[in-house]
């Protein structure tokens, strides 16, 4: 998924991670170098579903323009993490 606005500098990696790991999600997310976010979750479809609706706002400082959701076949991932590119 890739979220774009106003995400980087406003704590949305370490917001989506307490989200994700709230609703028992596995996953990443990370900063990406054209200022949006990249993110994914993997685990049952309806915590899955609202942490995507939490990303389409995120933390009280970020301005959400889009999410781009893109639905692909798990890697098996275990926790939780921000990844640091």
């Not at 028992?24 to 949006?36: E, F, I, T």
Request: hydrophobic share 35%.
């Amino acid at each position: 998924m890739k979220v774009t606005g106003r995400v980087q500098g406003v704590f949305y990696r370490a917001e989506t991670q307490r989200e994700a790991h709230s609703l028992g999600l596995a996953g990443w997310v990370c900063n990406a170098r054209d200022g949006s976010v990249g993110v994914v979750f993997e685990g049952y479809i309806e915590p899955i579903g609202q942490a995507i609706e939490w990303c389409r706002t995120g933390p009280p400082a970020a301005r959400v323009e889009s999410v781009d959701v893109t639905w692909e076949e798990p890697l098996g991932e275990t926790g939780f993490q921000v990844r640091y590119k």
